[in-house]
């Protein structure tokens, strides 16, 4: 008995030292440098809670937590909307129904540099290289162009725009894959009963998929505060601060000026706000309870 009980941590030893070297030792490491002042050259300096303070009296901060608020709640409402949709409908009896999963799928396996060099295209200024406003002078309506990514208040829905069309494949992947999981008896017998195919979504097929619903929009709250790479590679946080959000922040602060510790705060302050929405959600809608 004491050999079988010691076996199970021999084959869990390698994932436990990888873990903790690469997770565990930079997190402390992060949270010990956040209490300092370090700019990449010499030793740090103990300063306590001052960049936790400086961070609260960062307007740039609280813009950040504003856009990452906004990138949130648009991709987790009308994100998730329109992956269910197309879920429902590619689990349907519709013809080359192949195609068109692995053709909505697609976008995700994108890089973002290739994918924002893509929209960046599409929302450029002129009309001879941009999509958007070629389109607009082809139908007659010039004074429609805009300045999509140069203009602060176009600039985060733009981009919100790009990462909408990038990533609402994945969570259609895992709709599709738990829909796939509802017995088709089910839906058959509620149409036997005479329900109509909204009835028999809104009262059958969705509750028997909250617990896919609970991890699509945890995965989307987390993504909501992590999200760097669509941010950096279209506007880097620009025009001004007007699309800016913590992670650009903390990459700004930490590697362009070498505020390592300042930057450090804000990682934790990041990680925090990840941690305590993730908590909050599972507190209210939480994935146990949908079993």
Not at 254 to 260: E, H, I, K, Q
């Amino acid at each position: 008995m004491r050999r079988s009980a010691v076996v199970p941590w021999l084959f869990l030893t390698p994932a436990l030292v990888i873990y903790t070297v690469f997770r565990i030792v930079p997190l402390l490491g992060t949270i010990g440098l956040s209490l300092t002042r370090y700019q990449g050259i010499g030793l740090p300096i103990f300063i306590g809670l001052t960049n936790y303070l400086n961070m609260l009296q960062d307007p740039v901060f609280w813009e950040a937590i504003q856009n990452n608020l906004i990138w949130g709640i648009v991709h987790i409402t009308i994100g998730t909307s329109i992956s269910l949709f197309l879920a429902v409908l590619l689990n349907s009896k519709i013809r080359l129904r192949s195609l068109f999963r692995t053709s909505l799928f697609l976008p995700v396996v994108l890089s973002w540099a290739v994918a924002g060099l893509l929209w960046d295209r599409i929302y450029q200024p002129t009309p001879s290289f941009g999509l958007i406003n070629h389109l607009f002078q082809v139908v007659h309506h010039p004074e429609l162009m805009h300045n999509w990514l140069g203009d602060g208040s176009t600039a985060l829905a733009a981009v919100i725009v790009a990462s909408l069309w990038k990533g609402f494949g994945f969570s259609m992947i895992i709709f599709l894959a738990g829909l796939q999981d509802i017995p088709l008896e089910l839906t058959e017998a509620a149409g036997l009963d005479g329900a109509s195919a909204w009835q028999i979504f809104w009262q059958v097929t969705l509750p028997l998929l909250r617990p896919i619903v609970s991890i699509v929009l945890v995965l989307g709250l987390i993504d909501a505060f992590r999200v760097f790479d669509p941010i950096y590679v279209m506007t880097q946080g620009g025009p001004g601060n007007a699309s800016e959000v913590i992670g650009t922040q903390v990459y700004e602060v930490a590697f362009s000026n070498f505020n390592l510790g300042y930057g450090s705060a804000l990682a934790m302050a990041l990680l925090l706000l990840a941690l305590a929405a993730t908590l909050l959600y599972l507190r209210f809608f939480g994935i146990g309870e949908a079993y």
